[in-house]
């Protein structure tokens, strides 16, 4: 039994990678093409029914990918964009569930505005993993990223509150603001507290008991676990717990974590997310059968009309949000009309068009129980999943394909940015390397005079300094400075292959032994990542 589990388990990771390549090939976001050939592999005769374990995504799958979400976020560009992150995040979410609670309670017969209001939230949030993702190889502006990545790090926590809130209105039977609002506050609160206690804790904890690269890597991996089941433990938000926790350690890596530590865990976590993403993806589309199979009270036809007039004013109510939350403090404030410059009516757009529903959505519509407490079975869940199903749809695959040509008609660029990444680069290592050059000087000068590798150090710097002068002078022409980069670093990826097959030739004639070999091949690959950066696409 065990020996046809590890085969299957084999045979899908095999496929599902396949599959990834194929999408590359054809230049399609893989969460994209994912979902479209699970779709595909789900209407194949005889093909068994997968359906997704809600508990799975919230405690498997969830807390790694907010942790690596929040670990890699500017602390800077959430700060700076933290009025529209929290805007969109908080407001938009209630905003949504309101409007979609009341239109399908109009629209779909028998169906109650708590009801709605559990549709609303479950899909209310866009995905951060579909986000990142599909946005990942576009050309679009920083501001516009960082808003979309901070937003969905925290909406999951604001929808997945609606979500409980009206789930229990349902089986309840009533619901009161005052206690709602109460409550809401305190799991917010206490999730963001457990996550800064966990955060806390775990930093000393590495910081003052001595450990190497693989605990810490393994710490790595614990930590978001421990911090979402602490928070749900005690009622409180697992998710803003993840997340608070991953920023906040994040920002204090340098204090705990050594540079061998942040290469592996890096790695380390960047295969496991692939993976975790590729994996979520294609139960995505592979759930169409068992969400056409619960539908016993309505058509198909009538669960896609639904779903179509429901997903439109969820994209439509985000548009005209995204505009109010840009103009409407400008209309109100002259002050504001004076300071700042006018806002460019393609951001809002761009912002509202990129918000895709993904996996969390079709796990919350999955977690209805099928039955109330008094046996009952649970009103209108059915329908609740197909349109959930069928919005994660329209607005993955339908948005996420038409995201690139609407781009590219917009023609947006990020010229509004106060300094390019490669100036910021070279500003940076001169100053970093004026300061290596002055502690140089200061405190090792009459070493450097009697040890040959100190002073060859010393020559080493100075060249640097020298080459990041160039740098610099070569900036002033933009034109100029593209083709000498360019050219440089044509010239170094050759010289380090020259050295990597003269190293492969010598692996031949086995004179060196080959953890030697190897950590050699390793220094220049590290050399080569230097120029090509660390990419895992």
Known sequence: MIHSYVIISIAVLLSVMILVMIGQKLKVAYPIFLVIAGLLISLIPGMPHIEIEPDLVFLIFLPPILFEAAWFTSWQDFHKWRKQIFSMAFG??????????????????????????????????????????????????????????????????????????ALAAVISGQFIWRDAVQDFFLMAVGGVA??????????????????????????????????????EHFHFSGVLAVVAGGLLMSYNSHCYLSHTSRIQSGNVWSVLIFLMNTIIFILIGLELPVVVAAMKDYTISEGIFYSVVIGGAIIFTRILYSYAVMYFPRLCS???????????????????????????????????????????????????????????????VGQGLLLTPILKWLKIDDAGSELPEEKQEVILMRKLKET??????????????????????????????????????????????????????????????????????????????????????????????????FSHS
Request: net charge neutral; hydrophobic share 50%; aromatic share 8%.
């Open 92 to 165: 938009l979410v209630f905003l949504t569930s309101i409007v979609v609670a009341y239109l399908s309670s109009s629209i779909i017969p028998g169906l109650t505005v708590a009801m709605g209001f559990l549709l609303g939230g479950v899909n209310s949030p866009p995905d951060a993993v579909a986000a990142t993702s599909v946005l990942k190889h576009m050309k679009i502006p920083k501001k516009i990223t960082s808003i979309l990545e901070g937003e969905s790090l925290i909406n999951d926590a604001s929808s997945l509150i609606v979500f409980k809130f």
């Open 194 to 231: 457990v996550g800064v206690a966990a955060g806390f804790l775990f930093g000393a904890l590495l910081r003052i008991i001595p450990s190497n690269s693989n605990i810490d890597t393994v710490m790595t991996l614990i930590v978001p676990y421990i911090m979402y089941v602490g928070a």
């Open 334 to 396: 002259k002050e504001l009309r004076l300071k700042v410059p006018k806002p460019d009516w393609r951001e809002p757009f761009i912002i509202s068009f990129a918000a895709m529903r993904g996996v969390v959505s079709l796990a919350a519509a999955l977690s209805i129980p099928a039955f109330l407490p008094n046996g009952e079975a649970f009103p209108h869940r059915n329908i609740i999943l197909f349109v959930t199903f069928v919005i994660i749809l329209i607005t993955l």
């Open 436 to 533: 290596a050059l002055h502690k140089m000087e200061n405190d090792f000068s009459e070493l450097a005079e009697k040890n040959t590798l100190v002073r060859h150090q010393k020559h080493k710097l100075e060249t640097e300094m020298m080459l990041m002068a160039d740098k610099a002078q070569c900036m002033a022409s933009t034109g100029d400075y593209v083709n000498a980069v360019n050219e440089n670093k044509d010239v170094l990826r050759q010289i380090i292959q020259a050295q990597r097959n003269e190293l492969h030739r010598m692996k031949k004639e086995k004179i060196f032994d080959d953890h030697v070999m190897r950590t050699i091949e390793m220094q220049l690959d590290f050399d080569e990542a230097k120029i090509t950066g």
